[in-house]
């Protein structure tokens, strides 16, 4: 098992860690990453942030620092783990998805190919011209989160009108955030952390007061019984394979070349990860995608997975 993941809910007034590291080659990158980065973004910024309020003035202003944090933090991560190879002769790398929450506001970002998917409710009316629920503030716009303030390039459902039950959130392997009762990190399985961001709000008339959306039948009609609700399913990462032209152009200018089979340099698909010393000085890079968003009130959970967690 080369993946690790970490979940770090928030602490006073520190923000929420949580993160899945897929390593490759070994499992030493993804290891030390685990215990390196988060400190590397709060010490490049972040750490300031974590007291401010999401919305109104200045939001984006909020945003933009958070990401210029997240962006330094994993160069400054990257920095130390690629000395730390030189030292031990340490040949492997890791991709990685990482989460952070700051009171409403979540920050995502990614190296490589482990995606996050945000899980969101429709808003009513959706499908037609009818206007996003009411005090949401979070309509969107081609599967896109529109209250996305720093969007990750290309952002898009994963995949499409994908139907995930709400009886399904609590058959995932491990589930931190608002509704977790754990202070402590704590590892997960099968390389998927899901967070959850609210707890479900009553699907229907019927659903109101009862936990977990079961319906209420009235007396007499034995146990309630669990109600499916539609979520969609959006995209907040982007993959990062050598293949893609814009990657590809990077590591051309680089000095390196890809490969027939889309590999760099002939041996590795991705073209961003952690660690991977070999591959840095030929255009590999660490710099991650970041969105920078407000968790609505129709938003239910986000699921981080390495690849082979999304199959």
């Known amino acids: ?11 006073g007034d520190g923000p ?8 490759h080659g070994g499992v030493n990158v993804a290891r030390l990453a685990s215990t390196l980065l988060h400190e590397a973004v709060l010490a490049a910024g972040l750490a300031r942030l974590s007291g401010e309020a999401g919305l109104g003035p200045g939001a984006m202003d909020r945003a933009r620092a958070a990401r210029a944090a997240v962006i330094e933090g994993y160069r400054a991560a990257d920095a130390a783990i690629l000395a730390r190879c030189g030292e031990e002769g340490w040949r492997d ?20 190919d482990a995606r996050a998917v945000l899980a969101r409710r429709p808003s009513k009316g959706e499908g037609s011209t009818a206007a996003a629920e009411a005090g949401d503030g979070s309509a969107d716009t081609n599967g896109v989160p529109t209250d996305v303030l720093v969007e990750a390039p290309d ?13 399904d959130a609590s058959a995932a392997p491990a589930v931190a955030g608002t509704a977790a009762d754990t202070d402590e990190e704590e590892p997960a399985r099968a390389g998927a952390t899901p967070l959850a961001l609210h707890h479900a709000a009553p699907h229907d008339a019927h659903d109101r007061g009862m936990p977990g959306g079961q319906r209420d039948a009235g007396p007499g009609s034995g146990p309630p019984t669990p109600t499916r609700t539609t979520l969609r399913a959006l995209m907040l990462t982007r993959e990062h394979r050598a293949v893609l032209p ?66």
């Open 1 to 11: 098992m080369e993946d690790v993941a970490v979940i770090k809910p928030a602490d």
């Open 16 to 23: 929420g860690f949580y993160a899945v590291f897929d390593g």
């Open 93 to 112: 790398g890791a991709a990685a998805v990482t989460l952070w929450t700051l009171g409403g506001t979540v920050v995502v970002a990614n190296v490589g």
């Open 155 to 167: 952002a898009s459902p994963a995949p499409a009108d994908t139907d995930v039950g709400a009886a």
């Open 246 to 311: 814009a990657e590809r152009a990077r590591i051309e200018r680089a000095g390196g070349w890809v490969g027939p089979d889309g590999r760099l340099l002939g041996r590795i698909e991705l073209s961003r990860s952690l660690g991977d010393a070999a591959f840095k000085r030929r255009g590999m890079s660490a710099a991650p995608d970041v969105a920078v968003f407000e968790a609505g009130g129709r938003d239910v959970f986000l699921l981080l997975g390495c690849d082979g967690f999304w199959g």
